[in-house]
């Protein structure tokens, strides 16, 4: 008995010693995120970038979200009925509350989509609520009553919503941010409550723990989410690391878990690591010009800037990462009518250097001489610099144009770009849905996001038109008139190629859903040994 008694306290301090071991020895549940610069804004009516959208949609939950294929799943929306004629959509909310508590009603997403469409908020993206009847009227100040906008509640769990025609990927537009839902009775009193952490109520996954401007987010899980069980995820830490070159070292030396921000020179040598990935993109990067000032207020001098360029040149010798040509606004991988859009549709000019040497000289500059002193604006991202440069060349050696280019930290260029007091400047679009109207319809004299100064009544009245048919056929032909207007006849901006995603991750961290259009959810990653 003596031999049991000193036998059995050392077993069972083996096993607290290996089951504290284990304990000490688990995986912390904690992601860095490089979110590369500071948000404009985290208000999702005054949000319209990549890294505001990466926060955005892990902390606000709309109706529903995309899959990694960018299809609609559901999300507040447990499930959702349309009606034969496909213009009216009924949509049953699941039970979940806001992060104080209280519930997530039908009337949080009228108050939302209200406060988005109301003139006086000058929603960037005010537009994309346009599919809902009466919204544009109301957005316009054509009508003063919000009863008119097509989207009301049925019952605290019931949302009905009106469109303008019938929409088949209306659910994918409704993962968008733009159409989250806000409590009404809260947003009235915090009025700073997208700019406060500690006020910044939430619906989704995570909640805003930290706000460091110009350094780092820090977001929680929310222990309110309908869903919490079952994400893993404690904590994301998002430093704002600007430079490529930096973000990549921290990655390598084990600071960072996933960046998407990759240095261009790298590229060869990251593309034999298995770290590193590449997927489909929906976007395109373009030049926009100013349309508005001169010398780009005349279409033959913006149509020769974008006939200069060497396009296959800038992917295949400076980008190097699998990015296509673009000599067209919306890009391939989007179905319609049974086909690709790209693919059926073509492209809608070429590069030709005698071309742009003939437009710029009946513009009045000949050789280039006499042209204004310009400017490319771009922020101060290491890619567009490489790119800028190669551009300025191209301008230079292929029109006898100099170029000076400009750098300004993100949120000065978004408001710059914003105002139109840019000539010429770097720009990026990234679809919203898997449509090609997406690509098209923020060149509407009234789009939140029209940076250009575009003015087209003609082609207000095609958009309208495609977001008014119920033809299949008939709305492709009008998709395909819009992109020949603003691009092969009027080259409101100069389409440079199609992006492709890439990022570099730890083998670690698992269950990140991403999709061709760009919407990043944290909420069922986990993180390994």
């Known amino acids: 008995m003596r031999l049991k008694s000193q036998i059995m306290p050392r077993i069972c301090s083996l096993i607290l010693a290996l089951l504290a071991g284990t304990l000490c020895y688990a995986a912390e549940q904690k992601l860095v995120f ?12 005054k949000a ?9 949609l892990n902390l606000l939950e709309g109706l529903t979200r995309t899959d990694a294929q960018g299809n609609a799943v559901p999300a507040m929306a447990e499930k959702w009925d349309v009606s034969p004629d496909g213009r009216t959509y009924t949509f049953t909310l699941r039970k ?11 009337d949080d997403f ?35 009553d919000p009863a008119t906008i097509g989207v009301k509640a049925l019952a605290p769990d019931k949302l009905e919503v009106k469109l303008k025609a019938p929409t088949p990927f209306f659910p994918s537009v409704l993962a968008h941010y733009a159409y989250s839902p806000l409590k009404q009775s809260y947003v009235e009193a915090h009025p700073k409550w997208a700019s406060t952490p500690e006020e910044y109520m939430v619906n989704g996954p995570f909640r805003m723990a930290e706000w460091k401007h110009a350094d780092r987010l820090i977001l929680k899980k929310n222990p309110a989410y309908y869903n919490a069980a079952n994400v893993k995820l404690e904590e994301i830490v998002m430093p704002m690391i600007t430079n490529e070159s930096t973000g990549l070292m921290q990655f390598e ?15 060869p040598r990251l593309q034999k690591d298995a770290r590193y990935t590449t997927a489909p993109y929906m976007g395109v990067y373009y030049v926009a010009f100013n349309n508005t000032r001169k010398p780009f207020d005349d279409a033959r001098v913006r149509k020769a800037f974008a006939l200069a360029v060497n396009r296959q040149q800038l992917v295949s010798a400076v980008l190097r990462a699998g990015q296509i040509p673009a000599l067209a606004m919306v890009p391939p991988g989007i179905t319609i009518e049974g086909g690709d859009f790209r693919k059926t549709t073509g492209d809608y000019f070429k590069e030709d250097v005698a071309e742009a040497k003939r437009l710029l000289a009946e513009a009045g500059y000949p ?37 000076d280019l400009d750098v300004q930290e993100w949120k000065v260029f978004l408001q710059n770009r914003k105002s139109l007091n840019y000539q010429m400047c770097r720009a990026g679009w990234i679809g919203d849905y898997l449509d090609p109207i997406t690509f098209l319809d923020m060149f509407q004299t009234s789009a939140g996001n029209n940076d250009v ?32 207007q603003i691009i092969g006849t009027d080259m409101v901006v100069a389409p440079l190629y199609f992006y492709i995603r890439q990022w570099v991750k730890k083998p670690s961290v698992q269950g990140i859903v991403s999709n061709p259009l760009g919407m990043v959810y944290f909420d069922k990653v986990t993180i390994g040994d």
């Not at 979940?96 to 039908?106: C, K, Q, R």
């Not at 030396?253 to 590229?267: K, V, W």
């Not at 101060?380 to 790119?387: A, F, P, V």
């Open 367 to 403: 050789g280039g001489k006499s042209f204004p002193k310009v400017k490319y604006l771009f922020n101060d991202m290491e890619m567009h610099r490489i790119i800028g440069q190669a551009l300025q060349n191209m301008w230079l050696v292929n029109l006898g144009v100099k170029v």
């Open 34 to 45: 490089n979110l590369s610069t500071e948000p404009k804004s985290l208000d999702p009516h």
């Open 453 to 484: 100064g575009y003015k087209n009544p003609a082609y207000d009245k095609l958009i309208g038109e495609i977001q008014h048919s119920a033809d299949g056929a008939k709305r492709l032909q009008l998709l395909r008139d819009a992109e020949k």
């Open 253 to 267: 030396s084990g600071h960072i878990d996933y960046t998407e921000y990759i240095p261009l020179p790298d590229i």
């Open 96 to 106: 979940a509350n806001w992060s104080n508590g209280e519930p997530v009603t039908a």
């Open 48 to 56: 319209n970038g990549v890294p505001e959208a990466h926060v955005i």
């Open 110 to 144: 009228v108050y939302g989509w209200r406060h988005c469409l109301e003139p006086s908020t000058a929603g960037e993206y005010a537009y994309q609520l346009f599919f809902v009847e009466g919204a544009e009227d109301y957005n316009a100040g054509k009508s003063k």
